[in-house]
């Protein structure tokens, strides 16, 4: 089992930024790829940004290409999401993601999951 614990999320204006951390523990030997998910409300839950464990590669969906980056600490087995320029459409609950590989990640077919973590951006 990995345990995936997010942190960071809050009320911020539009153009702010926010860093949100998500902090692995368990059998994190298994884990190859970390991602971000968000469901807005009243709107399915939809891929945001992935990070291969072993490797640097990245995806990212094209609404926050430029303004998002999922940076890394292995030592902690802790993946980021910063997001900067903040918009009202970004609201919404990110969860913290673990799945075999990119494309299962983007797909949705994840191992495990987080419990979430509130963003609100105010116009």
């Known amino acids: 089992q990995v345990q995936l614990v997010e942190s960071g999320g809050g009320l911020v204006q539009t153009g702010g930024s926010l860093r949100l951390s998500c902090a692995a523990s368990?059998?994190?030997?298994?884990?190859?790829?970390m991602g971000w998910f968000r469901q807005a409300p009243g709107k399915e839950r939809e891929f945001v940004a992935a990070?291969?464990?072993?490797?640097?590669?990245?995806s990212y969906t094209d609404s926050v290409k430029g303004r998002f980056t999922i940076p890394r600490d292995n030592a902690k087995n802790t993946v980021f999401l910063q997001m900067n320029s903040l918009k009202p459409e970004d609201t919404g609950v990110y969860y913290c993601?673990?799945?075999?590989?990119?494309?299962?990640?983007?797909?949705?077919?994840?191992?495990?999951w987080g419990t979430g973590t509130l963003v609100t951006v105010s116009s």
């Open positions: 368990g059998r994190t030997f298994s884990m190859y790829v």
């Open positions: 993601a673990s799945a075999p590989s990119l494309p299962f990640m983007r797909s949705g077919a994840v191992d495990y």
């Open positions: 990070i291969q464990w072993s490797e640097y590669s990245t």
